[in-house]
């Protein structure tokens, strides 16, 4: 169990290509750290990096308190899970997750190695499948198996590159409480790639956004969800993603489509009347008028608009709200949704409304949402302009107390001895 | 690999490929039946023995050709195997650097490489035997090997390195995690993952050694007589077949001949139809994955 501190991390191919570019960030004992990013964002780079498997080009990398940018990988004491496994074919599940343990000099001897994998295979469900070999397994058993092998050495922190993105989305989401479980329950510090987004949500204590090799925010689910410090983790954090409108700064307020928004404090001191900005507001802000109660009502702001479609999901309902975007946001907010590995067709409004909402598609519906809720971005830079640090910093020393908390707990719950 | 051949064209394969099987097929069957002909019969004409005997056999085991056979046939095993082993082990190496490591020249290792493996063998034959008999290696077993291991190396270096490549780069990054050397993610991960390639490459240069004629004939004089480890005399059995004499000068040695050439041809034919899939795969690797 160790801290892993990365400092000015950077990574520079033969050809010149950057693909980290000056990562600073540190993981705490026990810590679950993800790194998230869209394809290309530098983050497998990265974990690789750690793990040892890709030089550092510059900057330091300390495990422990200690230097590791020379050491070779097995010199680390690091256990990895690879995306597409890496199980050793020729071997059975046993001395698969054995493997490890029959590396070194002197070799734990076989009564010890089979107790400890037979502890591993109870964990991990995988005793009546000890004597298989690999090919004859199912994707999640072969997951199952891949993490036996990263969790049967005591190493000093696991390091799992996109785990779950060869399973079907049943299985991803069992094998992801099941990491979660383990984790805990080992408390090992741990880094984990992922380009989804709620992996990254329902995983992390605290998530790494990366775009394009260069680090934009770390910090937990629910300061990234609600304080996003740019455009690009605005938009990444979320589903469906968060609207972007674009918006005119006014007297006293930001003209927008469909409705109009009292120009935040922050906005009105950056920006002059005429200037161009975004205006980021998560789906789930909205609400069918008719469904808020009245004293609700009057704190937020209201408005009519037509309704192109509505999908009812059983527990919530999305409307569609087409609208015609300013052609000079609308070049940088294609570049975002590219960026982001989208492809929308068209500029439309997405709302959440309650599941017991009337609105039908092609009606004129009466909407509500809250100001406070709206982000206003610079519609050149992307950086968000009614970011409360002072708020930001209080999610995150919530965060980082329940975190430490829930360790303490699982700890107390469960004593391993790793 | 899995087209689709209708029955029609398969009717058509066959049928083509009838006077093929027969052309391949009628002068081995000739021979055999020539070594099964008593002395008497060699020359009767007849493609079918009339009547059958093993003297032919006998002579070369326990008569008068043992004292040359034998020896010829322990030396042909006895370098073919050495030379197998050294070559696939060194090549094993070698291909393994060229499928793991970017270097400058490593495309040059290979088409020098490839180019080692058509270079006429008489070109080089003259040169070896004066070369040879300077340094003393001429006759000695030594002095066959290191030319087959100029034949086998090449190709070996070849179907290994295709081999080799096959095998996903991340098992061995994860091998490296785990905590193994270089070394023991070679001999652990790597090399039983390649074991069916190896296996092919050490059938494949077996065979290129135990055929040649040409190095055999030039770079070796004698057989060494019955004890294989003397310093002199390493005549194979292709070489010894060449210049087989028989009995007495009266009698033509076909028989003996023939009977020698069915026991040379056994170990191939048998290696061949137990590993026949693996062959085939072996051959094929390079040309398919590489």
């Known amino acids: 169990m160790s801290t892993i501190e990365m400092k000015h991390l950077t990574k520079v191919y033969g050809d010149g290509f950057k693909a980290v570019t000056d990562v600073n960030i540190d993981v705490a004992d026990g810590e679950f750290l993800i790194l998230v990013g869209p394809s290309g964002s530098g983050k497998s780079t990265l974990l690789r990096m750690i793990v040892g498997l890709e030089d550092i080009s510059s900057g330091e990398l300390f495990i422990g308190g200690e230097r590791m940018n020379d050491r070779a990988p097995r010199e680390r004491n690091l256990s990895m899970v690879f995306q597409n496994y890496a199980l050793y074919p020729h071997l059975t599940v046993f001395e698969n997750i054995a493997f490890p343990l029959r590396l070194h000099k002197n070799r734990t001897d076989e009564s010890t190695v089979r107790k400890l994998v037979n502890d591993v295979a109870d964990v991990l469900e995988l005793r009546e499948h000890l004597e298989r070999k690999p090919a004859n397994l199912s994707g999640g058993q072969r997951q199952r198996v891949?993490?036996?092998?990263?969790?049967?050495?005591?190493?000093?922190?696991?390091?799992?590159?996109?785990?779950?993105?060869?399973?079907?989305?049943?299985?991803?989401?069992?094998?992801?409480?099941?990491?979660?479980?383990?984790?805990?329950?080992?408390?090992?510090?741990?880094?984990?790639?992922?380009?989804?987004?709620?992996?990254?949500?329902?995983?992390?204590?605290?998530?790494?956004?990366?775009?394009?090799?260069?680090?934009?925010?770390?910090?937990?689910?629910?300061?990234?969800?609600?304080?996003?410090?740019?455009?690009?983790?605005?938009?990444?954090?979320?589903?469906?993603?968060?609207?972007f409108l674009p918006a005119t700064v006014g007297d006293g307020v930001l003209d927008m489509p469909f409705t109009t928004l009292p120009i935040p404090e922050p906005v009105a001191a950056a920006k002059k009347k005429g200037d161009l900005v975004i205006v980021g507001v998560r789906p789930e802000a909205f609400e069918d008028a008719s469904l808020v109660e009245e004293a609700q009502r009057a704190k937020g702001t209201e408005f009519t608009a037509n309704v192109d479609v509505t999908e009812w999901l059983g527990n919530e309902k999305y409307a569609y709200l087409p609208f015609e975007p300013h052609p000079d946001v609308q070049v940088a907010l294609?570049?975002?949704?590219?960026?982001?590995?989208?492809?929308?067709?068209?500029?439309q409004l997405v709302v959440s409304l309650d599941g017991s909402s009337r609105i039908r598609q092609g009606d004129d519906a009466r909407l509500w949402f809250r100001p406070s809720a709206a982000h206003v971005f610079d519609a050149e830079s992307g950086d968000n302009?009614?970011?409360?640090?002072?708020?930001?910093?209080?999610?995150?020393?919530?965060?980082?107390?329940?975190?430490?908390?829930?360790?303490?707990?699982?700890?107390?719950?469960?004593?391993?001895?790793? | 690999m899995a087209a689709e051949i209708s029955p029609r064209a398969k009717a058509w394969l066959a049928v083509a490929a009838v006077p093929i099987i027969l052309y391949t097929l009628l002068p081995i069957g000739w021979i055999v039946s020539l070594s099964l002909k008593p002395s008497a019969d060699i020359t009767d004409r007849n493609y079918f023995?009339?009547?059958?005997?093993?003297?032919?056999?006998?002579?070369?085991?326990?008569?008068?050709?043992?004292?040359?056979?034998?020896?010829?046939?322990?030396?042909?095993?006895?370098?073919?195997?050495?030379?197998?082993?050294?070559?696939?082990?060194?090549?094993?190496?070698?291909?393994?650097?060229?499928?793991?490591?970017?270097f400058p020249g490593k495309r040059l290792i290979l088409n020098a490489a490839l180019l080692t493996a058509f270079f006429p063998a008489i070109s080089i034959v003259t040169p070896l035997f004066n070369l040879w008999r300077e340094v003393g290696l001429y006759n000695t077993?030594?002095?066959?090997?290191?030319?087959?291991?100029?034949?086998?190396?090449?190709?070996?270096i070849w179907t290994l390195t295709?081999?080799?490549?096959?095998?996903?780069?991340?098992?061995?990054?994860?091998?490296?995690?785990?905590?193994?050397?270089?070394w023991q993610a070679f001999r652990k991960v790597v090399l039983p993952l390649a074991a069916p390639g190896v296996f092919t490459t050490a059938i494949i240069s077996f065979f290129t050694a135990w055929n040649d004629f040409v190095y055999a004939t030039s770079l070796s004089s004698t057989t060494g007589g019955s004890t294989p480890f003397k310093a002199h005399g390493s005549q194979t059995v292709p070489a010894v077949l060449g210049f087989f004499q028989g009995p007495s000068q009266f009698i033509p040695p076909t028989g003996y001949v023939a009977a020698a050439a069915v026991i040379v041809t056994v170990p191939v034919v048998v290696l061949v139809l137990f590993f026949q899939k693996r062959i085939v795969a072996g051959l094929t690797a390079g040309a398919v994955k590489g």
Not at chain 1, 168 to 175: P, S
Not at chain 1, 400 to 409: I, P, S, T
Not at chain 2, 164 to 180: L, N
């Open chain 1, 146 to 243: 891949a993490m036996g092998r990263a969790i049967i050495r005591s190493a000093n922190a696991f390091l799992f590159d996109e785990p779950l993105s060869n399973l079907d989305a049943k299985l991803r989401g069992q094998m992801r409480t099941e990491i979660s479980r383990l984790q805990r329950r080992l408390g090992v510090t741990t880094v984990y790639v992922t380009h989804d987004q709620t992996e990254a949500m329902t995983l992390g204590d605290r998530v790494a956004v990366l775009r394009r090799g260069v680090l934009q925010q770390v910090a937990s689910p629910r300061e990234l969800y609600e304080q996003p410090v740019n455009l690009f983790v605005a938009g990444f954090i979320g589903s469906p993603p968060m609207n």
């Open chain 1, 334 to 347: 294609n570049e975002l949704d590219r960026e982001l590995d989208g492809e929308a067709m068209r500029t």
């Open chain 1, 385 to 418: 302009l009614t970011r409360d640090e002072q708020r930001a910093a209080e999610i995150a020393q919530e965060q980082e107390d329940e975190r430490k908390r829930e360790l303490e707990r699982a700890r107390d719950r469960e004593p391993v001895n790793a």
């Open chain 2, 49 to 102: 023995p009339r009547s059958l005997s093993w003297d032919n056999y006998k002579y070369i085991f326990t008569g008068g050709g043992h004292d040359v056979f034998v020896p010829a046939l322990i030396n042909s095993i006895g370098i073919c195997l050495i030379a197998t082993v050294l070559g696939v082990g060194l090549s094993a190496f070698c291909a393994y650097g060229i499928a793991r490591l970017e």
């Open chain 2, 141 to 156: 077993w030594l002095g066959l090997i290191i030319p087959y291991l100029s034949l086998t190396l090449p190709l070996s």
């Open chain 2, 162 to 182: 295709a081999f080799f490549r096959q095998i996903p780069w991340e098992m061995e990054q994860a091998a490296q995690v785990d905590g193994a050397t270089s």
